[in-house]
């Protein structure tokens, strides 16, 4: 799980990253529901994957059941089946396990070309390190929109002696399973906006069923943000994964990808950066993706820009 902290400095002009850290979210979490043994066993396998691509590359049978609160059995038996299976390999001294190049090649081969060749993930990274911002991008899973991936900036030492004042913002605690519901999110209505309004209509009217009491909206208020929001196919506003925390989000171009995506950065809401020129910035990466079949740039719209 990423741990995004900021701080303020002075009133507000300048916000700088003050560290973030990879923690994986541990199978005896509270906060997740109870799953059957099967169940518990892929998200186990998932985490254990995502430990090496997290930049370790490489871990033995400790690092992971440390990092994931798994029993040693267990997680002994699971990379043993992974080993079995060609997706992970063993080195000669039987203590590190690494990826094999067939996970690669299997998540690669199910994959459009931009994302098979890595572009995207570059361009993520690339963006992250200009803006120094959190760059996530973004799909929809049934009901909610979710994390795909997410692009950290690089620590700023340099601004370590500056942080002695300031007002406290709140973490952004994010991981490849944070999902909220789509109308809670800036980004999840922009997802919507990509359906059409036939198809984003039922969607709200489906949610507005199904998320708790403190939750509702107004299905007509709703209906008509996704359709502005549709016009100009970016959005700015909350981005519901931490309080105070906001989205600049723009999707990405038809080509990309068999189902909508949304690219966004994320940054606390005390901080004011010109939404336009990220809404460009976003575009003009996206636009660089093998296969995006780009259209006319849309004018933002006042009352998204709000």
Aim: hydrophobic fraction near 40%; include cysteine.
């Amino acid at each position: 799980m990423y741990i995004m902290r900021f701080k303020c400095i002075g009133n507000g002009n300048g916000t700088y990253l003050r560290d973030w850290t990879l923690n994986m979210p541990t199978a005896g979490n509270a906060d997740q529901p109870v799953t059957s043994f099967k169940a518990k066993t892929v998200r186990r396998t998932i985490r254990a994957l995502e430990y090496l691509a997290s930049g370790e590359r490489q871990a033995t049978v400790m690092d992971l059941v440390r990092s994931l609160d798994v029993p040693q059995s267990s997680m002994s038996e699971l990379l043993s089946a992974l080993v079995d299976a060609g997706v992970l390999t063993r080195d000669s001294n039987l203590k590190y396990y690494r990826a094999a190049p067939r996970l690669a090649a299997i998540g690669l081969a199910t994959q459009p070309g931009g994302i098979a060749a890595g572009t995207l993930f570059r361009i993520m990274d690339d963006l992250s390190h200009s803006t120094r911002l959190p760059i996530g991008l973004f799909g929809i899973n049934r009901l909610h929109v979710q994390v795909q991936r997410l692009s950290v900036p690089p620590i700023d030492r340099e601004c370590d002696a500056q942080l002695a004042s300031g007002p406290q913002i709140d973490p952004l605690r994010v991981d490849a399973e944070s999902s909220i519901h789509l109308s809670l999110s800036e980004i999840g209505l922009l997802l919507l906006s990509a359906l059409g309004s036939g198809q984003s209509d039922k969607v709200l009217w489906r949610l507005l069923a199904e998320v708790p009491p403190g939750q509702k909206f107004d299905y007509g208020d709703a209906c008509r943000k996704v359709r502005d929001i549709q016009a100009v196919s970016s959005s700015t506003g909350p981005a519901g994964f931490a309080p105070g925390w906001k989205a600049t989000a723009v999707l990405l171009p038809a080509g990309i990808a068999s189902q909508p995506l949304a690219l966004a950065a994320l940054y606390p809401g005390a901080l004011a950066p010109d939404r336009a020129k990220l809404v460009s910035m976003l575009r003009e990466s996206v636009r660089a993706i093998p296969g995006a079949q780009t259209e006319p740039e849309p004018e933002l719209a006042e009352s998204v820009a709000a």
